[in-house]
């Protein structure tokens, strides 16, 4: 069947986020709106209950993104060590900060709701990623708090600014020589960017199976709600936390 096109007529000021973001996606606008209406389309299926008109968010990006760069191989460790990027993640004052309990509370419901083992609130930073809450975490990685980025699936949330759902990380072609799937049995995964109101993705809240799991569309929905909500309780801190956040600038390099 031949393609279909129509006319969607916009603002300036939507138009000029949309080039913006579809600028950092490397794709055009377009490529960016068809994505948008197809993951919108999942999200929908799946809270309706609709076997049919249910996809995953794996079977929706490998529709439409078929030949896209989504990951950029040398350009992803520039945008992890982007210095604006992790000024607003310290700025967050939860970079080795004491446990806050409400947002372990947070990962708790999010691991209950999608009946998942393991749900975390991911902070990547330039070569680390740390843990601000945690639910499931086994040892010795609950106690440690952080893993280095061989360990972490989180960063290619932060790298595509965009979930990232797969199905076994032992097939995946990004992750499966990753180390969290030999050392923390992390076998499914789905994670969604957490990112600031100036923009900037510092993290992923995520959920962890020790199995093959297929994510629905509904659940990563779920899952970008909780973020939502991670989000705006960090807004509220305002970086004014026991071990401010100036002097976690300056130690970024702190094991």
């Known amino acids: 069947m031949g393609l279909k096109a129509t006319t969607i007529r916009v603002s300036p000021d939507l138009w000029e986020l949309l080039e913006r973001e ?5 794709v055009s606008v377009a490529q960016f709106v068809r994505d948008a209406a197809l993951l919108r389309v999942g999200q929908l299926a799946g809270a309706r209950g609709d076997g049919e008109g249910l996809m995953t968010i794996e079977e929706l990006a490998a529709r439409s993104t078929q030949g896209r760069r989504r990951f950029s191989g040398n350009g992803d460790q520039d945008i992890l060590t982007d210095g604006e990027r992790l000024k607003a993640l310290h700025r967050t004052g939860l970079v080795d900060a004491p446990t806050d309990p409400a947002l372990d509370r947070l990962t708790k419901l999010a691991a209950n709701a999608l009946d998942a083992p393991v749900a975390l609130l991911t902070l990547v930073d330039k070569d680390r990623q740390v ?18 980025l061989l360990h972490s699936l989180c960063q290619h949330v932060v790298v595509s600014v965009e979930p990232f759902v797969c199905t076994d ?18 076998i499914s995964y789905a994670g969604v960017p957490l990112t600031t109101e100036d923009g900037h993705t510092i993290g992923s809240f995520c959920v962890i199976e020790h199995k093959p799991r297929r994510w629905t569309s509904h659940e990563v929905a779920v899952l970008g709600d909780f973020a939502a909500s991670v989000m705006a309780h960090v807004a509220t801190l305002g970086g004014d936390r026991t071990g401010g956040h100036a002097a976690a600038v300056q130690d970024t390099d702190r094991r």
């Open 131 to 148: 843990f601000a809450a945690a639910y499931g975490l086994e040892e010795p990685w609950a106690s440690e708090g952080q893993t280095g």
């Open 22 to 26: 579809a600028a950092r996606q490397e």
């Open 169 to 186: 990380a032992r097939e995946h072609h990004l992750v499966r020589d990753n180390l969290a799937i030999r050392d923390l049995n992390v």
